[in-house]
């Protein structure tokens, strides 16, 4: 079972002062690049897998999709994604994505943002996510990058000269990682990048779109803080779809 940090009062009230919990989907800098591997959700059903607050259930809405399901760990996430929704197309249900079990109804797009890297192991979901689409049907999610979920704790490195790195704990070394982020003993796990890929692969999805991201130029003019995600990627966006025959 993964571990259900959210429901942790000072982690969900660490978390809900986030510019992404405050703002929504205009608060995450990823946004417009994970939009634009979105296939047309027209007419689609989505779920979400970690919906959080229902951010983007409510914004595949919106982008035309018929039906859209939202899936969460954390029950304080799901009470505030109620909270925001007035929409009787968007549902909302309580679930672990360790040992998910999805129904036999497909959906088109299956969806998940920063959720997955929580999981000791991602081989089983993806064979589960891509047993629920339809033939043609797409994932699309964003995790830490495991350039980022490998890092030492002590964060920068500074030489001499005041230049900094960021320090490589251990890439090839999988696992558990703790980190104190907003509470105290929060576990993530590492995987490497040709992990998650080849997990999609032996799953039978045919690979879209990898997207090592960082922020544009633009986004840094507007919000000098993200300058510090240029130097190393931050976040890794994949879209693959699951053949049509």
Same mark, same amino acid.
């Given at each position: ?24 989907? &205009? ?26 607050? *229902?951010?983007?259930?409510?914004? &595949?809405?919106?982008? %035309?999709?018929?039906?859209?399901? %939202? ?9 505030? &994604?109620?909270?925001?929704?007035? !929409? ?9 994505? !360790?040992?998910?079990?999805?129904? !036999?109804? $497909?959906? !088109? ?7 997955? #890297?929580?999981? $000791?192991?991602? &081989? ?12 043609? %049907? ?31 704990? %251990?890439?090839?070394?999988? *696992? ?8 105290? *003993?929060?576990?993530?796990? #590492? ?22 991201w960082g922020p544009t130029a633009a986004q840094i003019a507007a919000n000098p803080a993200l300058a510090e995600e240029a ?15």
């Amino acid at each position: 079972m993964s571990q259900n940090i959210y429901d942790n009062p000072g982690f969900f009230e660490g978390y809900a002062q986030l510019p992404r919990s405050q703002q929504g989907l &205009a608060g995450a800098p990823e946004w417009p690049a994970l939009q634009a591997m979105l296939p047309t959700l027209a007419g689609k059903r989505v779920l979400d897998l970690g919906c959080g607050y *229902g951010w983007f259930c409510r914004a &595949a809405r919106e982008l %035309g999709a018929a039906d859209v399901v %939202g899936i969460d760990l954390s029950a304080k996430m799901l009470a505030r &994604a109620a909270e925001l929704t007035r !929409d009787e197309a968007i549902r909302y249900r309580q679930g672990d994505l !360790d040992g998910l079990a999805l129904s !036999d109804e $497909p959906f !088109d797009l299956i969806y998940s943002s920063l959720a997955l #890297h929580y999981l $000791p192991e991602v &081989a089983p979901l993806f064979a589960e996510i891509h047993r629920a689409l339809v033939a043609g %049907g797409s994932l699309v999610f964003s995790v830490e990058h495991p350039i980022f979920t490998c890092l030492q704790p002590q964060g920068w490195l500074v030489d001499g000269e005041g230049r900094r790195s960021w320090p490589v704990n %251990g890439y090839q070394a999988e *696992g558990k990682r703790i980190s104190n982020w907003l509470a105290d *003993g929060v576990i993530k796990y #590492h995987r490497t990048l040709g992990t998650y890929l080849n997990a999609l692969i032996a799953a039978g999805f045919e690979i879209r779109r990898v997207e090592e991201w960082g922020p544009t130029a633009a986004q840094i003019a507007a919000n000098p803080a993200l300058a510090e995600e240029a130097e190393r990627p931050m976040l890794l966006l994949v879209s693959v779809q699951k053949p049509l025959a």
